[in-house]
Each structure stands twice: as C-alpha cells, then as structure tokens.
C-alpha cells in the first residue's frame, strides 16, 4: 500500500469551508467540516483518478473524534424541549462525515468507522486497507485520522492511499 497524498485539517467552522463545501451543512458536527475539508482538498489533487474508479475508492475514519458537539446537543435538546431534531440526529452519527464524503463525490467502496484511540484503531485501519486493496474492493481509500483532544480541537489528517 502507498500514500498517494496527505492533507490536514484542524478544528474548521462552517464558516471556515468554501461556499460550495457549505451546501446542506448547516447543522453539522464540526468534525464534518475538517473530515470533508481534507477529504475534499485530496480530491481535487486527484480528481482525475478517482472519478475514473469512483465505484472503487472507499474510506476509513479512525482515531478518537466523534461527533461530539453535536450529540451534546442533542442530549441539551432531549432534557429541555423533550425532542431531537431529525437532521441533528442524522448528522451526529459517528459515520456522518465519512457519509456526507461518499454522497458529496460519489465515492462507493467499502466504508468503516473506528472510534477508538489511534494506537488500536490505525493497525485495523491500516491493515483492512490492505486488505480491501488487495481484494479488489477498493482502488483508492481515503485514510482519515480523526482525533479531539480538549486542549487542542479536532486535528484531521487524511491519507490517500492505492497499491
């Protein structure tokens, strides 16, 4: 397996995103926001590639980022007003960034979603893109370490990855 590119991104606001990344986002966790950031500058490095292999390229988020703030409140929602708004339950799903990606770029390979400390979550990570490569399952992944730390936000680092 070979790193095709790397790109980084740290704790973005809305407001932070190109307008054209901002479509339909409003309401999402801000660990959407540095996921499809880094996901979506990869993209365009390599956009020939991938839109060539669209029904081939996959994803993988791992590390310790999850959709935190929003399912904050949610929870805030639920004790106040005894109800949960239906897309800010959608979009506090673990999976979401990895989802809104795959919709966004038509990506349709394999996806899996680890929530777990990098030291347990990059050696499966690493080791089933391997495997989805060699299978076939996937020509190009998206390797996307997502990890939250109080002091220090969101810090994303997205790989690209072929064999």
């Not at 790109?7 to 409003?26: M, Q, V």
């Not at 993209?43 to 590390?63: D, F, P």
């Not at 795959?102 to 050696?123: D, H, I, K, N, W």
């Amino acid at each position: 397996m070979k790193t095709l590119d790397i790109s980084n991104a740290h704790s973005l606001t809305y407001s932070d995103l190109d307008e054209n990344l901002r479509r339909g986002l409003k309401s999402s966790d801000p660990l959407v926001f540095s996921v499809l950031e880094s996901v979506s500058a990869l993209h365009q490095q390599h956009v020939g590639a991938l839109e060539e292999h669209r029904a081939n390229v996959g994803m993988i988020q791992y590390g310790s980022a999850f959709p935190s703030q929003l399912t904050g409140k949610i929870v805030s929602d639920l004790q106040a007003r005894g109800r949960v708004s239906p897309v800010d339950f959608i979009n506090a799903n673990a999976g979401a960034p990895l989802s809104i990606c795959c919709t966004r770029y038509g990506f349709q390979g394999p996806t899996l979603v680890l929530t777990m400390p990098e030291a347990t979550s990059r050696p499966i990570a690493d080791s089933l893109a391997q495997y989805w490569l060699q299978s076939g399952q996937a020509e190009y992944l998206f390797l996307c370490r997502a990890d939250f730390e109080p002091d220090r936000g969101i810090e994303v680092q997205t790989r690209l990855v072929c064999l």
